[in-house]
C-alpha cells in the first residue's frame, strides 16, 4: 500500500476527532444556559489522545497497518440534577450543530452522532443516556426496552452496564461546571499529530499548532490568553449586542459587568463612567477585538439588518496576512471587527 494513502487515512482520523472535538463545545454551548446542567464532560476516545491500531477496514486489516484509532462518534457526560427537560436538551444541541455548521463556524456533525451518557451530581451515578430521536416514544424497537421512556427522552439501553472506567477521562476533559463556567476548550485535550517521518508527535492543552515553538505549560512565564475584556457605559445596550447581534452566550453577570464565552475563553464587559470616540478608529492606539467568520460578504449583510453600523462599507485586504476585514461599531465607541482567511491561510 503507498504510503500517500497510510497518511491520508491518518490525517482524515485526526481530523474526525478533531470536529467531534469542536462539536462538543458547541454543544456545551447550547446547554449552558439550562440551569438543571451541572456538568459537561467529553469522554470516551474523543477526551484522548489517539493511538495506533490495525483498523476494521478491509485493506488495511489485511496488511497489517496501523492507523489512528477510529472516533465512531462524540460521548458526553452530562450531569443534571432534573431530567424534565430532556427533550429540550436534545433539540437544543441538534439545533446547535445544524446552526454551526450552516454559518460555517462548525464541521458536519450531526446529532444522531451524539452519544449522551446521564449523570446524577453528586454520586456519578448513570443514570441512562439522552435519546436521539425526536418523539418519546418514537415506536422504534429500542423504545420497547424495559424503563425506556419512564422519563421522556431518557434512553435505557438493553443490558448496558457502565463500566468502572467510563468517566476515567472526565476530571481532565470537563468542559464546563455549574458555579465555576466554562473550564476549557474540548480542542485543549491532548492531541495526536502526525509528523514528516511519519512519527507520533503529542500536543498537549496549550500547546500551539503547526508545529511552532512556545513555552510549555508547566513553564512559569509561559503566557496563555486568560480572557477578553472590553468596557462600555451601558450594559444593557451591550447585554443585547454581544448576545443577539454576535450570537456570544451569556454565562454570567452582576451589576457591574457581564461575562460571556467566546472560544473556550470568558470574554466580559464591564461597565465604564464614558464611551469611547469611535471616530478615532485606526488614527489612535487601540486594541480591537477581531471575529473570524466564513463568508465575510454574508456576515456583514446579516448584521447591518441588525443595525450594525460598518466602518469600512466593503472588506478591506490585508495581503501580507492572506486574510479581508471590516471594523464596526459597537456599544460604548468600541471598535470591533470580522476577519475571512484566505483559502490555505
Same mark, same amino acid.
Given at each position: 500500500?503507498?504510503r500517500s494513502k497510510?497518511?491520508?487515512q491518518n490525517r482524515?482520523?485526526l !481530523?474526525?476527532?478533531r $470536529? %467531534?472535538?469542536?462539536? @462538543?463545545d458547541?454543544v #456545551?454551548? *447550547?446547554?449552558?444556559p439550562?440551569e438543571?446542567v451541572?456538568?459537561?464532560?467529553?469522554?470516551?476516545?474523543?477526551?484522548?489522545?489517539l493511538?495506533?491500531?490495525?483498523?476494521?477496514?478491509?485493506?488495511?486489516?489485511?496488511?497489517?497497518?496501523?492507523?489512528?484509532?477510529?472516533?465512531?462518534?462524540?460521548d458526553?457526560?452530562?450531569w443534571?440534577?432534573s431530567?424534565?427537560?430532556?427533550?429540550?436538551?436534545?433539540k437544543?444541541?441538534?439545533?446547535?450543530?445544524r446552526?454551526a455548521?450552516?454559518?460555517?463556524v462548525?464541521?458536519?456533525v450531526a446529532?444522531?452522532?451524539?452519544?449522551?451518557?446521564l449523570?446524577e451530581?453528586?454520586?456519578?451515578?448513570?443514570v441512562?443516556?439522552?435519546?436521539?430521536?425526536?418523539?418519546?416514544?418514537?415506536?422504534?424497537?429500542d423504545?420497547?426496552t424495559?424503563?425506556?421512556?419512564?422519563?421522556?427522552?431518557? !434512553?435505557?439501553?438493553? $443490558? %448496558?452496564e457502565p463500566? @468502572?472506567?467510563?468517566? #476515567?477521562? *472526565?476530571?481532565?476533559a470537563?468542559?464546563?461546571?455549574?458555579g465555576?463556567?466554562?473550564?476549557?476548550?474540548?480542542l485543549?485535550?491532548?492531541?495526536a499529530a502526525?509528523?514528516?517521518?511519519g512519527q507520533?508527535?503529542?500536543?498537549?492543552?496549550?500547546?500551539?499548532?503547526?508545529?511552532?515553538s512556545?513555552?510549555q505549560?508547566?513553564?512559569?512565564?509561559?503566557?496563555?490568553?486568560?480572557?477578553?475584556?472590553?468596557?462600555?457605559?451601558?450594559l444593557?445596550e451591550?447585554?443585547?449586542?454581544y448576545?443577539?447581534?454576535?450570537g456570544?452566550?451569556?454565562?454570567g453577570?452582576?451589576a457591574?459587568?457581564?461575562?460571556?464565552?467566546l472560544?473556550?475563553?470568558?470574554?466580559?464587559v464591564?461597565q465604564?463612567?464614558?464611551?469611547?470616540?469611535a471616530?478615532?478608529?485606526?488614527?489612535?492606539?487601540?486594541?480591537?477585538?477581531v471575529?473570524?467568520v466564513?463568508?465575510?460578504?454574508a456576515e456583514m449583510?446579516?448584521?447591518r439588518?441588525?443595525g450594525?453600523?460598518?466602518i469600512?462599507?466593503?472588506?478591506?485586504?490585508?495581503?501580507?496576512?492572506?486574510?479581508?476585514?471590516?471594523a464596526?461599531r459597537a456599544p460604548?465607541?468600541?471598535v470591533h471587527?470580522?476577519m475571512?482567511?484566505?483559502?490555505?491561510r
Amino acid at each position: 500500500m503507498r504510503r500517500s494513502k497510510i497518511d491520508e487515512q491518518n490525517r482524515y482520523l485526526l !481530523k474526525q476527532q478533531r $470536529d %467531534f472535538r469542536i462539536a @462538543a463545545d458547541v454543544v #456545551a454551548k *447550547a446547554w449552558i444556559p439550562f440551569e438543571e446542567v451541572q456538568a459537561i464532560a467529553v469522554i470516551g476516545s474523543v477526551a484522548k489522545a489517539l493511538w495506533k491500531e490495525v483498523p476494521r477496514f478491509t485493506e488495511f486489516r489485511r496488511a497489517g497497518i496501523e492507523v489512528w484509532h477510529e472516533c465512531h462518534d462524540l460521548d458526553l457526560a452530562l450531569w443534571l440534577d432534573s431530567q424534565s427537560r430532556l427533550r429540550d436538551l436534545r433539540k437544543a444541541a441538534a439545533q446547535a450543530l445544524r446552526r454551526a455548521f450552516e454559518t460555517g463556524v462548525g464541521p458536519s456533525v450531526a446529532d444522531n452522532q451524539l452519544d449522551v451518557f446521564l449523570f446524577e451530581p453528586a454520586t456519578d451515578r448513570y443514570v441512562g443516556r439522552l435519546c436521539r430521536f425526536n418523539a418519546c416514544p418514537k415506536g422504534h424497537r429500542d423504545c420497547d426496552t424495559p424503563g425506556c421512556g419512564e422519563i421522556p427522552f431518557n !434512553k435505557r439501553i438493553p $443490558d %448496558f452496564e457502565p463500566h @468502572a472506567d467510563l468517566l #476515567a477521562t *472526565a476530571a481532565d476533559a470537563t468542559l464546563y461546571r455549574r458555579g465555576e463556567g466554562l473550564l476549557r476548550s474540548a480542542l485543549d485535550l491532548p492531541t495526536a499529530a502526525e509528523g514528516a517521518d511519519g512519527q507520533a508527535l503529542q500536543n498537549f492543552p496549550g500547546s500551539p499548532a503547526r508545529g511552532l515553538s512556545a513555552p510549555q505549560p508547566s513553564d512559569p512565564f509561559a503566557l496563555k490568553l486568560g480572557m477578553i475584556m472590553v468596557l462600555a457605559p451601558d450594559l444593557a445596550e451591550a447585554e443585547t449586542f454581544y448576545r443577539d447581534i454576535l450570537g456570544l452566550v451569556l454565562i454570567g453577570k452582576g451589576a457591574d459587568y457581564l461575562v460571556f464565552e467566546l472560544d473556550g475563553r470568558e470574554f466580559r464587559v464591564f461597565q465604564c463612567a464614558q464611551a469611547a470616540d469611535a471616530r478615532k478608529h485606526a488614527a489612535s492606539a487601540a486594541t480591537i477585538c477581531v471575529f473570524e467568520v466564513a463568508s465575510i460578504e454574508a456576515e456583514m449583510s446579516r448584521m447591518r439588518t441588525l443595525g450594525v453600523t460598518f466602518i469600512h462599507q466593503t472588506p478591506a485586504q490585508n495581503i501580507d496576512g492572506g486574510f479581508r476585514y471590516a471594523a464596526f461599531r459597537a456599544p460604548g465607541g468600541n471598535v470591533h471587527e470580522i476577519m475571512e482567511r484566505r483559502a490555505g491561510r
